[in-house]
């Protein structure tokens, strides 16, 4: 049993004390030790091995543990420099370096997180869609945060500031125009984006709406006030009054009263995937597989090939399609001779058959649901969709029965001596694709989309 004169042990909260110390005892060495003197070096040492032993003894005082953690305090004030005292802003800036260099370790060899903002994949992945409210009331501010929370939704209403019909302001002939969105509606409420602009006018007076650059609200005005897939299909009204009608497509006959909602929807975020940046580092792209790559040489890859093309990119992006053609392959879209396009838009292209290599392409989901679609249009003049999947339509490059060969570094003709692939989007509709702007280079090829991981819909999981 102790008596007063026993000498108190050093409790827990002393030894995680002189841990700590000691800890940054030896960093301070290991970091400092070639701009140290050789007093400062050999003061530093002694302190930590000092402190070290008195820690490894477990009957060591807490007064012997207290003048050991006293000398290397000493002798880190002397030489520690700022890693002595203990800078927080040193330890936290530290810590996120450290992890900033994981994250794009990460991102560059194992995965990419992207996020899908146009629809020309849809219904394998959605871009941003929207959600009307006609009948039913907007949501609260507590709905519409759950809303941001699950999906991702943001929220856009248009309150009429006086009473009228609904125009839609022509800009130089468009809908809308570009503009720069600075706070708060940037990305991430501070980085600078691009937003499309829409000009309305009710009674007279100018009401601005803008949404982000990659959302067609063009679209959903067509069909909200006109029933009809295309704006331009709507046509010029002259009211009585002619100069308030210059200029401007007559969306409502309806008259809105002042403070009345003509318009109020949520564009709900497209899905936010990561993308396998390894495989294809071992494994050729199959067809089939959901591809992520960037445009940056796709312009140039194809004049080197003497490919003529209907469209340029221009710009460098992240795209993601479907591969559908492999070096060396042959494909063509056929379409039948005797199809109902009844209430299809020709417009796009009329729905045919996509063939690889001579039959009918395989190896995804997208391919047979296609043809479904385009088979169904030939039976019937049932336009509906069966599964959401529009058939592929002949246009651009793959017009009816034209054949193109996809370029392979074997192929004694390809002067770039460098493979290329196909892509299509599977809503070709609406997708801007290999149709238009030609071949994607080899060395384009990020990765396989992997993983859907945001928004929390039923599409939650690996992507297909």
């Given at each position: 049993?102790?008596?007063?004169?026993?000498?108190?042990?050093a409790n827990r909260r002393e030894r995680k004390g002189a841990k700590e110390l000691l800890r940054i005892g030896h960093k301070a060495w290991l970091y400092r030790k070639d701009k140290l003197?050789?007093?400062?070096?050999?003061?530093?040492?002694?302190?930590?091995?000092?402190?070290?032993?008195?820690?490894?003894?477990?009957?060591?005082?807490?007064?012997?543990?207290?003048?050991?953690?006293?000398?290397?305090?000493?002798?880190?004030?002397?030489?520690?420099?700022?890693?002595?005292?203990?800078?927080?802003?040193?330890?936290?800036?530290?810590?996120?370096?450290?992890?900033?260099?994981?994250?794009?370790?990460?991102?560059?060899?194992?995965?990419?997180?992207?996020?899908?903002?146009?629809?020309?994949?849809?219904?394998?992945?959605?871009?941003?869609?929207?959600?009307?409210?006609?009948?039913?009331?907007?949501?609260?501010?507590?709905?519409?945060?759950?809303?941001?929370?699950?999906?991702?939704?943001?929220?856009?209403?248009?309150?009429?500031?006086?009473?009228?019909?609904?125009?839609?302001?022509?800009?130089?002939?468009?809908?809308?125009?570009?503009?720069?969105?600075?706070?708060?509606?940037?990305?991430?409420?501070?980085?600078?984006?691009?937003?499309?602009?829409?000009?309305?006018?009710?009674?007279?007076?100018?009401?601005?709406?803008?949404?982000?650059?990659?959302?067609?609200?063009?679209?959903?005005?067509?069909?909200?006030?006109?029933?009809?897939?295309?704006?331009?299909?709507?046509?010029?009204?002259?009211?009585?009054?002619?100069?308030?009608?210059?200029?401007?497509?007559?969306?409502?006959?309806?008259?809105?009263s002042k403070g009345e909602i003509p318009l109020a929807f949520d564009v709900l975020l497209g899905d936010a995937l990561f993308v396998d940046r390894m495989s294809y580092n071992f494994i050729?792209?199959?067809?089939?597989?959901?591809?992520?790559?960037?445009?940056?040489?796709?312009?140039?890859?194809?004049?080197?090939?003497?490919?003529?093309?209907?469209?340029?990119?221009?710009?460098?992006?992240?795209?993601?399609?479907?591969?559908?053609?492999?070096?060396?392959?042959?494909?063509?879209?056929?379409?039948?001779?005797?199809?109902?396009?009844?209430?299809?838009?020709?417009?796009?292209?009329?729905?045919?058959?996509?063939?690889?290599?001579?039959?009918?392409?395989?190896?995804?989901?997208?391919?047979?649901?296609?043809?479904?679609?385009?088979?169904?249009?030939?039976?019937?003049?049932?336009?509906?969709?069966?599964?959401?999947?529009?058939?592929?339509?002949?246009?651009?490059?793959?017009?009816?029965?034209?054949?193109?060969?996809?370029?392979?570094?074997?192929?004694?003709?390809?002067?770039?001596?460098?493979?290329?692939?196909?892509?299509?989007?599977?809503?070709?509709?609406?997708?801007?694709?290999?149709?238009?702007?030609?071949?994607?280079?080899?060395?384009?090829?990020?990765?396989?989309?992997?993983?859907?991981?945001?928004?929390?819909?039923?599409?939650?999981?690996?992507?297909?």
């Amino acid at each position: 049993m102790d008596n007063e004169d026993t000498p108190r042990r050093a409790n827990r909260r002393e030894r995680k004390g002189a841990k700590e110390l000691l800890r940054i005892g030896h960093k301070a060495w290991l970091y400092r030790k070639d701009k140290l003197t050789a007093i400062e070096e050999r003061a530093l040492k002694i302190a930590n091995s000092g402190l070290h032993d008195a820690l490894k003894n477990k009957r060591t005082s807490a007064d012997d543990l207290e003048k050991k953690a006293r000398i290397l305090d000493d002798a880190l004030r002397n030489s520690g420099g700022l890693y002595y005292h203990k800078k927080s802003w040193v330890e936290n800036v530290e810590m996120l370096l450290v992890a900033a260099i994981v994250i794009l370790g990460i991102r560059s060899f194992f995965v990419q997180p992207f996020i899908i903002p146009t629809n020309s994949m849809y219904p394998s992945f959605y871009g941003m869609t929207p959600h009307i409210y006609e009948d039913e009331d907007p949501p609260s501010f507590i709905e519409r945060c759950v809303d941001k929370i699950l999906l991702g939704a943001s929220h856009y209403q248009m309150e009429a500031e006086s009473s009228g019909t609904l125009y839609l302001v022509l800009q130089n002939g468009s809908s809308h125009r570009y503009v720069q969105s600075n706070f708060p509606n940037g990305r991430f409420f501070i980085i600078p984006t691009m937003a499309r602009r829409y000009v309305f006018e009710i009674g007279g007076k100018e009401h601005t709406l803008q949404v982000p650059a990659e959302f067609d609200l063009d679209e959903l005005l067509a069909k909200k006030f006109a029933g009809i897939e295309n704006l331009r299909d709507l046509p010029m009204v002259v009211a009585q009054d002619a100069s308030l009608a210059q200029g401007r497509l007559k969306l409502s006959e309806k008259r809105f009263s002042k403070g009345e909602i003509p318009l109020a929807f949520d564009v709900l975020l497209g899905d936010a995937l990561f993308v396998d940046r390894m495989s294809y580092n071992f494994i050729t792209p199959k067809v089939g597989d959901p591809i992520v790559f960037r445009t940056a040489s796709i312009d140039e890859f194809n004049r080197e090939l003497n490919q003529e093309t209907f469209a340029q990119i221009g710009e460098d992006k992240y795209y993601i399609k479907r591969l559908v053609g492999e070096p060396g392959d042959t494909l063509e879209i056929q379409v039948p001779e005797k199809i109902f396009t009844n209430g299809t838009d020709v417009r796009k292209g009329v729905p045919g058959i996509l063939l690889r290599n001579g039959q009918p392409i395989e190896g995804s989901e997208a391919f047979t649901e296609n043809r479904r679609q385009t088979e169904a249009f030939l039976r019937s003049s049932q336009t509906d969709l069966l599964n959401g999947y529009p058939g592929y339509r002949a246009d651009g490059l793959l017009s009816n029965r034209n054949q193109i060969k996809v370029p392979s570094h074997k192929d004694p003709s390809n002067i770039t001596g460098k493979d290329g692939y196909f892509a299509m989007g599977d809503n070709s509709t609406d997708s801007l694709d290999g149709r238009a702007w030609g071949f994607v280079p080899e060395n384009e090829l990020i990765g396989r989309a992997l993983f859907i991981y945001y928004p929390f819909t039923k599409r939650w999981g690996l992507s297909k």
